[in-house]
């Protein structure tokens, strides 16, 4: 069975520069996450979906920041314009709510962001 | 979601066992204890979780104390390639509750 699918796996790009990471979760399943992990501060919730709707975007750390999920195969984490500070892994995951049973997140292999 | 304690490095002999422990006093009720690995450079690895019960996979066992304040992973046969980062996670129950990450601990295993 397919992971989570994240792209690009890796980016360059420069300061000012929009950038949008892409993920595809894995089928069947109605929860998504975004996280951010740097050196300094670990690994960070971004914001997440259930059932396409976001649930929770505390994390997001600026206006610079958005996310969507269009539709339950798709999600985008776009950054406005990026700063060096945007630098990091960013990690998509997903996984499927059954109420009270507890439920697995899965995780992609990560997009690693450089801004220059 | 309850907060974890993990010491922050372990090392352990490859072949042996590698015995993970995990602080989570303030978990409540409903709580699962999950646990994750990170290998460098890759995103987190589902590891195992339980409830109240001690838990066996193909990877790992897990632990849990009768009052659930903490628990302990238990790799029986470490290998170089169970050098990670691994985190202990409490978790709520509702279908869109978070997966919070402390800071673990970083397991290396050596010839």
């Known amino acids: 069975d397919a992971g989570v699918i994240q792209s690009p796996r890796h980016e360059v790009t420069e300061m000012g520069q929009e950038v949008t990471l892409r993920c595809k979760p894995i089928?069947?399943?109605?929860?998504l996450f975004w996280y951010r992990q740097t050196m300094m501060r670990g690994l960070e919730l971004l914001i997440y979906?259930?059932?396409?709707?976001?649930?929770?975007d505390s994390g997001m750390p600026e206006d610079r920041f958005s996310a969507k999920m269009p539709n339950a195969s798709f999600s985008t984490l776009k950054i406005q314009p990026s700063e060096p500070r945007d630098s990091a892994v960013y990690f998509c995951a997903s996984s499927l709510g059954k109420g009270l049973l507890g439920n697995t997140i899965y995780f992609g292999e990560g997009s690693w962001l450089t801004v220059v | 979601d309850a907060k974890t304690t993990q010491p922050t490095s372990m090392d352990c002999a490859e072949g042996r066992a590698a015995n993970l422990p995990c602080n989570h006093s303030t978990i409540s009720g409903n709580e699962y204890v999950y646990w994750y690995r990170q290998i460098h450079s890759q995103g987190p690895q589902y590891i195992i979780h339980?409830?109240?019960n001690n838990e066996t996979n193909e990877m790992a066992s897990l632990i849990i104390t009768e009052d659930r304040k903490s628990s302990t992973l238990i790799l029986p046969h470490a290998t170089l390639r169970d050098t990670a980062v691994y985190y202990c996670?409490?978790?709520?129950?509702?279908?869109?509750?978070?997966?919070?990450f402390g800071t673990g601990t970083r397991l290396q295993v050596t010839l």
């Open positions: 089928s069947g399943h109605n929860s």
């Open positions: 996670i409490v978790r709520g129950t509702g279908t869109a509750s978070k997966l919070t």
């Open positions: 339980g409830l109240k």
């Open positions: 979906f259930n059932n396409n709707v976001p649930i929770d």
